[in-house]
T-cell receptor
């Protein structure tokens, strides 16, 4: 079946540091890949997505590139802000059209 | 336009009690979902409804029932709550482009 493995947290960074959260996946066929963000006390929001190999999703300074050769979709941001503190989930959508989520990575950014 | 709303926000039950979690969306989406979120495990799909009048089991359906009351509303019922059902429950709806929109969640504790 499909699965998503995410970098274990929590991750603590200083403001303006570079962020990488690793995500790898296992799936048959050609899944679509997503990053969701969950701010404290709220539901998940779609952050970015990529639907085919070599696509780059980007939003709010975050980027992730769909790498089929390494089955990865790592999330990056060049300069994090305190307001980026949240839980980040990597997810895939396979042929059954359902989402499979990773376990989430808690990010805390200190001023 | 409220998006996806869930009630209640918090609930404490004793083992064996029953309750219904309510979810409504005002985006005219056909598909709706119920997930549970447990520490270190990401979100897991309990049930989903591809359209009004249809429901299907997800990854972890045991101990739950659902009702798709109409296009707007999708409720989740626990007939006899167990401590293993202590979790945060999220409802979501999906737009025609396959993007899912999540509600703010219900935090349930079963003692």
């Amino acid at each position: 079946g499909n699965s998503v493995t995410q970098m274990e947290g929590p991750v603590t960074l200083s403001e303006e540091a570079f962020l990488t959260i690793n995500c790898t996946y296992t799936a048959t066929g050609y899944p679509s890949l997503f990053w969701y963000v969950q701010y404290p006390g709220e539901g998940l929001q779609l952050l970015l997505k990529a639907t085919k190999a070599d696509d780059k999703g980007s939003n709010k300074g975050f980027e992730a590139t769909y790498r089929k050769e390494t089955t990865s979709f790592h999330l990056e941001k060049g300069s994090v802000q305190v307001s980026d503190s949240a839980v980040y989930f990597c997810a895939l959508r396979g042929s059954a059209r359902q989402l499979t989520f990773g376990s989430g990575t808690q990010l805390t950014v200190l001023p | 336009n409220a998006g996806v709303t869930q009630t209640p926000k918090f609930q404490v039950l004793k083992t064996g009690q029953s309750m219904t979690l309510q979810c409504a969306q005002d985006m005219n989406h056909n598909s709706m979902y119920w997930y549970r979120q447990d520490p270190g495990m990401g979100l897991r799909l309990i049930y989903y409804s591809a359209s009004e009048g249809t429901t299907d089991k997800g990854e972890v359906p045991n101990g739950y029932n659902v009702s798709r009351l109409n296009k707007r509303e999708f409720s989740l019922r626990l007939e006899s709550a167990a401590p293993s059902q202590t979790s945060v429950y999220f409802c979501a709806s999906k737009d025609p482009g396959d993007e899912q929109y999540f509600g703010p969640g219900t935090r349930l504790t079963v003692t």
